[in-house]
């Protein structure tokens, strides 16, 4: 099973930027799928970002054109750059590793593997 650990996380100003990571330990971490999530206080956890073995990327409709999500698969860590944040990006974001596929997965119960998740603040 794999181990994933988040990073990066923290307080930003709106318009602002942060990079998480997500570094993962156990078996070939370029056979998965990988994935971001995100949950908001009072709100159900929801899908972000993801990236297949190939590389292949989608993500969610409020995310589109600012965050982007990337892998380095010698270095076993999956990205995801946020830039110009807002107010409602403020929640906990998880990273998650699914199967390997050519497709796309977006829903989390697609995901066998969870990180602990790390805090984005975005406030003024």
């Known amino acids: 099973q794999v181990q994933l650990t988040e990073s990066g996380g923290g307080l930003v100003q709106p318009g602002g930027s942060l990079r998480l990571s997500c570094a993962a330990s156990?078996?070939?971490?370029?056979?998965?799928?990988m994935g971001w999530f995100r949950q908001a206080p009072g709100k159900e956890r929801a899908f972000v970002a993801s990236?297949?073995?190939?590389?292949?990327?989608v993500n969610d409709g409020p995310s589109a054109g600012r965050f982007a999500i990337s892998r380095d698969n010698a270095k076993s860590t999956v990205y995801l750059q946020m830039n110009n944040l807002k107010l409602d990006d403020t929640a906990v974001y998880y990273c998650?590793?699914?199967?390997?596929?050519?497709?796309?997965?977006?829903?989390?119960?697609?995901?066998?593997?969870w990180g602990q998740g790390t805090q984005v603040t975005v406030s003024s």
């Open positions: 998650a590793a699914g199967p390997r596929t050519s497709g796309i997965l977006s829903q989390s119960s697609e995901f066998s593997a």
């Open positions: 156990g078996r070939t971490f370029s056979d998965y799928t």
């Open positions: 990236i297949n073995y190939l590389g292949g990327t």
